[in-house]
Each structure stands twice: as structure tokens, then as C-alpha cells.
């Protein structure tokens, strides 16, 4: 079985690192940028879309609004990256958000942004993947077709480009994000330059469209809920900026110095894009829906349910690039393949929260642990796990997904900042230093600035998107609090029981006596084995013990144990019902409850087979027994193994695999010593 999946899972992977090689894995920012926040910069495929769809209800008309939302989402675009960059000098080992909350608002609060956080890069990957395969099925019918199957299928790929490790899969996610950011300024620039000094007239494919508007005449309190709902659909676009406060310790050294780098590039990066696209899709006149088969009118008509709705950026390259040029087909195919890479930033988020969760005893310890490329594997497959899941329930449909998005970002924002505050306000108490406490200050006023706006974006967010499916996430993240707080209440219930006291104890005390029971069907090289290591154990009393469920090979057992004269008794249990493992049970417990204070000690002979599907063929009651008997209080379980040939041969078989190399892997110097050699060797 070993040899039956190593095999595919090297293939995959590749070959395991060692430990000491972690710090090869770590990235230079150049690398750190497209793995971290390929998430926020891809965001502005979609994200300029979702204000301009939100403003359709109104119609054309409140689209003149969107210049406004998008100067809002950038302010608060620089608010959260300046807060961030407080966050990564001060918290540098990869707590994030959740390590400042917990230590300065309380352990519940951590554990609230953490639940928080973890709902969202679920939702990173099926919101990013899900939009990437409609992006895709707009030119590849088949995928629209069949996009739930595509966007798990996407979800795997990446799942094993991940497992491969953080720094391989960021090389080859490096290209594609740097292909999409050049291909996206170069429109601006080409799009600016079109329209300012050639006055240029840009049209979008539906400049000529018009739109049926749901509310007509907005005003008031309706047109403040209307930009309030765009704004924070414009929100999305903050997506994923927590991830490089999180992963801090992926970063060289220095690591707070360049993961602050690498936020402020980020920030200024995104902010440009998203201006820049709003800007030219005002430009081009281009016209969105939230129901385009109906509200979208070519010539008065509806354009029907055939009509496939561009998302924006699409729209503002055919205008600027021309339909079916090279620019255009270039940046619409780096468009699709960075939106799939989006997720890679819930794909290093997630597994490093995960570790520091698990260390807190808040998640499984196994999620704690790296896998064979130096990768949190098990954190890694869990987040794909939970992706796909959510795509399939919710049909890998980008429109509904987006609506559970961001809540858990905000609520995550808001805690971290508001925890930033604390911490400031508790080092301000002691430091002395006036040019110290002066940057303390103004640290301070950042994080405070940060907490008030991210808090009454978080306000928003949730009037605005409770209806349309923020509830959704809100319940993922009760769901995930529940689960993490019990099994940080397992973890310290079984701490607390097994801590060794400080006094004497039952567990220090020594049995008065050990009974050894001795379990046999016949007598074979394995009974025979383990009779002669039970012997060794000099107990106070040992006896073999055998179930009598067919009475001819019973007797035969007594009459061969007399006939070699072996000097252990053997009793015999009756089994009318011919079980095997309860009448044991029964019996262990009686020796445990005539003698409490003895210990009993079962030795249990088992032959080793060396096969897979040699398991197959025997009935497995040595296992079943040592499950049960594991939890019987005063007993000792004991297997003496004995190997039979195959297991003999794939041991052998282990051993050649261990000394053979894969071609190429072992150096032999150079080819000039080597032909120096071969004569001499030849020779002899």
C-alpha cells in the first residue's frame, strides 16, 4: 500500500524536504507580492462590476455616483493598508489579525476574528475560482456548461501546486499576476492617451444599450441605501489584504520590513487599477445589470437570456484594444488566470492561521504540523475540502457567493485595529523615550482612524448584505467559534487529566501483582513466539486463554497442549454464540474486578503479512480485540508480532528502495575525471 501511493503522491508533489531547508523556501518580495495579494489585485476584475451593477437598480443615471464610491473605497484602501503596516512591525511571528486581538482585546475576540477569517478565505477561493470560470466560459462554451465540475477541477489543480510548496507555487503564480498588472495599466495608459491627446471616441460593446430601472427617481434615504450597498460592493476589493500580515514569517528578512513593503506595493498597485478601470468604463459608456436578460434593452428590446453579460474589464479592453487583438486576447486570458490564482492567497492565509490555531489547541493538532514540501498540508486540503463544498452547493455562481463576501474581512479588520489601539495605548504607559513615544502617536491615530472607518464600513456591510446572503457567513463563522471553542475545551480537559502531580498517585504506585493472559486459537510458530516472550515477562501468574466456538478444534487444542507438555495452564471459555471478543472482555474485567489493584496484561500473537490485499483474507480479530480492550481500565495490551515471508520481502523491497537513485540524482564529477578513471579501472 506504502509503495502504491508514494509513488503517485512524488509525482505530484515532488520529493519531501528536509527541515533544515525551510529557510530556502522563504520569498523575496518580488515573489511574496503575486503569492499574497494576487487576491486584492485580481479583485479589480470583478469589483468595479459590482458597484456599477449595484447602481443599475437606480439606472444610467446613478452611474455618475460611481467616481464617488470608488474615491471612498480608495480611502479606505490607504486606511487599511496603513493600519496593516503598524500590524506587521509590531506582530512579525504570523498571528495576524487574530494574534492582536487575542492579546489585546481577550481570547474571545481572537477567536471571533479568527472564525472570521477563516470564512473568508473559504469563500477567497470559491468566490475567485467561481469568477474565473465564467470569465473563461464566456469564450469556452464547455466550461459554462459544466463550470461546476471546472471550478472543482480548478480547485484540485491548485490544491496539489500548493502542496508543492509556498515557493514553487508562488514562481509559477508570479508570472500570470505580473502579466494581468502590466496588461491592466497598459490599458489605462493606452486608454488615457487614446481619449485626452487623440480625442478618441472609445465605445464599450453595450454603449448603446440602455437599461430598465427598477426604482426610477431615487432620492433620499433610498439613494443613500442605493451608494451605501455600491459602496460596500466595491468593498471587495479589500479582499485579502489581511493575508500578508498573517504570513509575515514566509517573507526574508527582513521580514516586518518587507512584508510592510509589500503591503504599501499592494495598495498602490490596486487603488491605481480600480481607479483606473471605473475611470475608463465611465469612459466608454459601459452598461451592466443585475438581470441583464431583462433590464439590459438593445433598441428598446430586452436582450433575452442568450445575451452574455462581459464583466467590465472585458468590456473597457475591447474598447480601448479593439475586439480580437492581441492586447485583448492577452489581458482577457491573463484575466481568467489570475482570478484562479486570486485563491492562492487563501491558500497561504488559511494553512498559517490554521498552524496558529492548532498551536493554541483552537483547531486539530495535526493542522500544526508540515507536510513533506515544508507546506501546512493538512490545512492546505482542509481549505480545498470546504471550497469545493460551497461551489457545489451554490453552483459555482460568482453573483450569489459574492453577496456572503467580505463580512468576515471587516469583522477581522475592525477587532485587528481596535486591538492595534489597546496595544499602543498599553506601551504608551511605560515608554519614556519622547522620539518613541512620538511614532506610538502617530501609530495610534492611524489604528484609531482605521478601527472607526473599518467599524462603520462593517456596519454597512451588514445592513446592506444581510438580505442578499451575508447571513450565510455570518453563521460559518458561529459554526466555526462553536467548533474551535470545543476543541480548545477537549484539548484542556485531556491536559488537565493527564498533567502528572506533583504528590504521590495511582499512577506512580506499582500493581500489587500482573496477571498474564496468554490468547490462542493453536498452537503454531506464532503461539509458540509469544508463549516464550510471555514466559519472559515473569509475571505473578500467567495463563493462555482460548474461545471454544467450534468444539473439534477445541479439542484438539487441549490434546496438543498436553501432548508437548507445556507447563502454562489453558483455559477454555465457552461462546454459545460463537464470539470471540466479548467472552475475553468478560473475562479481563473479572480478573479486574476480583483484584483491583493487580494489573492485566494481555499478549496477543499476530502474524505480519507484507501485502495490501493479504488484509483482505484474515478476519482482523487481533485488531478488534486491542480496539476493545483499550478501553478497559487496568489492562495492558501487548502484540508479538510474528512476520511471515511476504513481510520479509517487503522489507527487502523497502531497503532497495531507500539505496536506489532516480538518474541524474547522484553526482559523479566531472566527465574528464570520469574518463581518467575508466582505463584504470578497466585494467583491473
Same mark, same amino acid.
Given at each position: 500500500?506504502?509503495?502504491?501511493?508514494?509513488?503517485?503522491?512524488?509525482?505530484?508533489?515532488?520529493?519531501?524536504?528536509?527541515?533544515?531547508?525551510?529557510?530556502?523556501?522563504?520569498?523575496?518580495?518580488?515573489?511574496?507580492?503575486?503569492?499574497?495579494?494576487?487576491?486584492?489585485?485580481?479583485?479589480?476584475?470583478?469589483?468595479?462590476?459590482?458597484?456599477?451593477?449595484?447602481?443599475?437598480?437606480?439606472?444610467?443615471?446613478?452611474?455618475?455616483?460611481?467616481?464617488?464610491?470608488?474615491?471612498?473605497?480608495?480611502?479606505?484602501?490607504?486606511?487599511?493598508?496603513?493600519?496593516?503596516?503598524?500590524?506587521?512591525?509590531?506582530?512579525?511571528?504570523?498571528?495576524?489579525?487574530?494574534?492582536?486581538?487575542?492579546?489585546?482585546?481577550?481570547?474571545?475576540?481572537?477567536?471571533?476574528?479568527?472564525?472570521?477569517?477563516?470564512?473568508?478565505?473559504?469563500?477567497?477561493?470559491?468566490?475567485?475560482?467561481?469568477?474565473?470560470?465564467?470569465?473563461?466560459?464566456?469564450?469556452?462554451?464547455?466550461?459554462?456548461?459544466?463550470?461546476?465540475?471546472?471550478?472543482?477541477?480548478?480547485?484540485?489543480?491548485?490544491?496539489?501546486?500548493?502542496?508543492?510548496?509556498?515557493?514553487?507555487?508562488?514562481?509559477?503564480?508570479? +508570472?500570470?499576476?505580473?502579466?494581468?498588472?502590466?496588461?491592466?495599466?497598459?490599458? +489605462?495608459?493606452?486608454?488615457?492617451?487614446?481619449?485626452?491627446?487623440?480625442?478618441?471616441?472609445?465605445?464599450?460593446?453595450?454603449?448603446?444599450?440602455?437599461?430598465?430601472?427598477?426604482?426610477?427617481?431615487?432620492?433620499?434615504?433610498?439613494?443613500?441605501?442605493?451608494?451605501?450597498?455600491?459602496?460596500?460592493?466595491?468593498?471587495?476589493?479589500?479582499?485579502?489584504?489581511?493575508?500578508?500580515?498573517?504570513?509575515?514569517?514566509?517573507?526574508?528578512?527582513?521580514?516586518?520590513?518587507?512584508?510592510?513593503?509589500?503591503?504599501?506595493?499592494?495598495?498602490?498597485?490596486?487603488?491605481?487599477?480600480?481607479?483606473?478601470?471605473?475611470?475608463?468604463?465611465?469612459?466608454?459608456?459601459?452598461?451592466?445589470?443585475?438581470?441583464?436578460?431583462?433590464?439590459?434593452?438593445?433598441?428598446?428590446?430586452?436582450?433575452?437570456?442568450?445575451?452574455?453579460?462581459?464583466?467590465?474589464?472585458?468590456?473597457?479592453?475591447?474598447?480601448?484594444?479593439?475586439?480580437?487583438?492581441?492586447?485583448?486576447?492577452?489581458?482577457?486570458?491573463?484575466?481568467?488566470?489570475?482570478?484562479?490564482?486570486?485563491?492562492?492567497?487563501?491558500?497561504?492565509?488559511?494553512?498559517?492561521?490554521?498552524?496558529?490555531?492548532?498551536?493554541?489547541?483552537?483547531?486539530?493538532?495535526?493542522?500544526?504540523?508540515?507536510?513533506?514540501?515544508?507546506?501546512?498540508?493538512?490545512?492546505?486540503?482542509?481549505?480545498?475540502?470546504?471550497?469545493?463544498?460551497?461551489?457545489?452547493?451554490?453552483?459555482?455562481?460568482?453573483?450569489?457567493?459574492?453577496?456572503?463576501?467580505?463580512?468576515?474581512?471587516?469583522?477581522?479588520?475592525?477587532?485587528?485595529?481596535?486591538?492595534?489601539?489597546?496595544?499602543?495605548?498599553? $506601551?504608551?504607559?511605560?515608554?519614556?523615550?519622547?522620539?518613541?513615544?512620538?511614532?506610538?502617536?502617530?501609530?495610534?491615530? +492611524?489604528?484609531?482612524?482605521?478601527?472607526?472607518?473599518?467599524?462603520?464600513?462593517?456596519?454597512?456591510?451588514?445592513?446592506?448584505?444581510?438580505? $442578499?446572503?451575508?447571513?450565510?457567513?455570518?453563521?460559518?463563522?458561529?459554526?466555526?467559534?462553536?467548533?474551535?471553542?470545543?476543541?480548545?475545551?477537549?484539548?484542556?480537559?485531556?491536559?488537565?487529566?493527564?498533567?502528572?502531580?506533583?504528590?504521590?498517585?495511582?499512577?506512580?504506585?506499582?500493581?500489587?501483582?500482573? $496477571?498474564?493472559?496468554?490468547?490462542?486459537?493453536?498452537?503454531?510458530?506464532?503461539?509458540?513466539?509469544?508463549?516464550?516472550?510471555?514466559?519472559?515477562?515473569?509475571?505473578?501468574?500467567?495463563?493462555?486463554?482460548?474461545?471454544?466456538?467450534?468444539?473439534?478444534?477445541?479439542?484438539?487444542?487441549?490434546?496438543?497442549?498436553?501432548?508437548?507438555?507445556?507447563?502454562?495452564?489453558?483455559?477454555?471459555?465457552?461462546?454459545?454464540?460463537?464470539?470471540?471478543?466479548?467472552?475475553? +472482555?468478560?473475562?479481563?474485567?473479572?480478573?479486574?474486578?476480583?483484584?483491583?489493584?493487580?494489573?492485566?496484561?494481555?499478549?496477543?500473537?499476530?502474524?505480519?503479512?507484507?501485502?495490501?490485499?493479504? $488484509?483482505?483474507?484474515?478476519?482482523?480479530?487481533?485488531?478488534?480485540?486491542?480496539?476493545?480492550?483499550?478501553?478497559?481500565?487496568?489492562?495492558?495490551?501487548?502484540?508479538?508480532?510474528?512476520?511471515?515471508?511476504?513481510?520479509?520481502?517487503?522489507?527487502?523491497?523497502?531497503?532497495?528502495?531507500?539505496?536506489?537513485?532516480?538518474?541524474?540524482?547522484?553526482?559523479?564529477?566531472?566527465?574528464?575525471?570520469?574518463?581518467?578513471?575508466?582505463?584504470?579501472?578497466?585494467?583491473?
Amino acid at each position: 500500500m506504502s509503495k502504491l501511493t508514494d509513488v503517485p503522491k512524488r509525482i505530484l508533489i515532488g520529493r519531501a524536504l528536509r527541515s533544515d531547508r525551510l529557510g530556502e523556501t522563504l520569498l523575496p518580495k518580488r515573489i511574496a507580492l503575486p503569492v499574497f495579494a494576487s487576491d486584492p489585485l485580481s479583485s479589480v476584475a470583478y469589483a468595479p462590476g459590482e458597484v456599477l451593477l449595484v447602481l443599475s437598480v437606480a439606472g444610467v443615471s446613478a452611474y455618475h455616483f460611481s467616481p464617488w464610491i470608488a474615491v471612498a473605497v480608495v480611502v479606505l484602501m490607504f486606511t487599511v493598508v496603513a493600519s496593516y503596516r503598524q500590524n506587521v512591525h509590531a506582530y512579525p511571528s504570523g498571528g495576524g489579525d487574530y494574534e492582536v486581538a487575542n492579546t489585546n482585546l481577550g481570547p474571545k475576540a481572537g477567536l471571533t476574528v479568527a472564525s472570521a477569517l477563516l470564512v473568508d478565505y473559504v469563500l477567497t477561493v470559491a468566490v475567485s475560482i467561481s469568477s474565473g470560470i465564467e470569465n473563461l466560459g464566456s469564450a469556452v462554451p464547455f466550461v459554462i456548461e459544466n463550470k461546476v465540475l471546472c471550478a472543482i477541477g480548478v480547485i484540485v489543480l491548485l490544491t496539489l501546486m500548493n502542496l508543492r510548496g509556498v515557493r514553487e507555487s508562488g514562481t509559477l503564480f508570479a +508570472i500570470p499576476t505580473y502579466v494581468f498588472v502590466a496588461g491592466v495599466f497598459a490599458m +489605462i495608459a493606452w486608454g488615457a492617451f487614446r481619449g485626452v491627446i487623440l480625442d478618441d471616441t472609445m465605445k464599450a460593446p453595450t454603449a448603446d444599450f440602455h437599461i430598465k430601472a427598477e426604482h426610477q427617481g431615487l432620492a433620499g434615504f433610498a439613494l443613500v441605501f442605493l451608494m451605501l450597498r455600491a459602496f460596500s460592493s466595491g468593498c471587495a476589493a479589500l479582499t485579502g489584504v489581511e493575508a500578508i500580515s498573517n504570513g509575515v514569517p514566509a517573507f526574508r528578512k527582513p521580514k516586518s520590513k518587507n512584508a510592510a513593503t509589500t503591503l504599501a506595493m499592494m495598495g498602490l498597485l490596486a487603488v491605481t487599477m480600480f481607479c483606473g478601470i471605473i475611470g475608463l468604463a465611465m469612459a466608454t459608456n459601459v452598461r451592466m445589470a443585475e438581470h441583464p436578460a431583462s433590464d439590459l434593452l438593445r433598441n428598446g428590446v430586452a436582450v433575452g437570456s442568450d445575451y452574455v453579460q462581459n464583466p467590465v474589464i472585458s468590456q473597457v479592453a475591447e474598447a480601448v484594444f479593439g475586439d480580437g487583438s492581441f492586447m485583448f486576447i492577452l489581458l482577457a486570458a491573463a484575466t481568467a488566470l489570475v482570478l484562479f490564482l486570486a485563491a492562492n492567497t487563501a491558500y497561504n492565509g488559511f494553512p498559517l492561521l490554521g498552524s496558529i490555531l492548532a498551536q493554541d489547541r483552537y483547531l486539530p493538532r495535526q493542522l500544526h504540523t508540515r507536510g513533506d514540501r515544508l507546506a501546512f498540508s493538512n490545512g492546505i486540503v482542509l481549505l480545498a475540502g470546504a471550497a469545493a463544498l460551497l461551489v457545489w452547493i451554490y453552483g459555482a455562481d460568482s453573483t450569489r457567493l459574492i453577496q456572503l463576501y467580505i463580512v468576515g474581512v471587516f469583522v477581522s479588520f475592525t477587532l485587528s485595529q481596535t486591538g492595534m489601539v489597546r496595544h499602543w495605548n498599553r $506601551h504608551l504607559a511605560t515608554e519614556r523615550d519622547p522620539a518613541v513615544r512620538r511614532r506610538m502617536h502617530r501609530s495610534r491615530a +492611524i489604528n484609531t482612524f482605521g478601527a472607526f472607518f473599518t467599524g462603520l464600513v462593517l456596519v454597512v456591510v451588514l445592513v446592506t448584505k444581510f438580505t $442578499h446572503g451575508a447571513w450565510v457567513a455570518l453563521v460559518g463563522m458561529v459554526i466555526f467559534y462553536a467548533t474551535m471553542s470545543a476543541i480548545r475545551k477537549h484539548y484542556d480537559r485531556v491536559s488537565e487529566e493527564i498533567a502528572a502531580p506533583d504528590g504521590p498517585s495511582d499512577d506512580v504506585v506499582r500493581p500489587s501483582r500482573v $496477571h498474564s493472559v496468554l490468547l490462542i486459537s493453536k498452537i503454531h510458530r506464532p503461539t509458540l513466539r509469544a508463549l516464550a516472550y510471555a514466559k519472559l515477562m515473569r509475571s505473578h501468574t500467567l495463563e493462555a486463554l482460548s474461545v471454544n466456538v467450534d468444539p473439534a478444534e477445541t479439542k484438539a487444542l487441549q490434546e496438543e497442549w498436553e501432548r508437548r507438555g507445556i507447563d502454562v495452564p489453558l483455559k477454555v471459555l465457552d461462546s454459545p454464540y460463537r464470539e470471540i471478543t466479548r467472552p475475553i +472482555i468478560e473475562y479481563v474485567k473479572g480478573l479486574r474486578r476480583d483484584s483491583p489493584r493487580d494489573a492485566v496484561s494481555v499478549i496477543i500473537p499476530e502474524y505480519v503479512v507484507g501485502h495490501w490485499y493479504e $488484509h483482505l483474507l484474515h478476519n482482523q480479530s487481533a485488531l478488534r480485540l486491542k480496539g476493545r480492550l483499550l478501553f478497559t481500565p487496568g489492562v495492558m495490551v501487548t502484540s508479538v508480532p510474528y512476520q511471515l515471508e511476504s513481510s520479509e520481502v517487503a522489507k527487502k523491497r523497502a531497503r532497495k528502495r531507500q539505496e536506489w537513485n532516480a538518474p541524474g540524482a547522484v553526482r559523479r564529477g566531472p566527465a574528464q575525471e570520469r574518463t581518467t578513471k575508466e582505463p584504470s579501472e578497466s585494467k583491473g
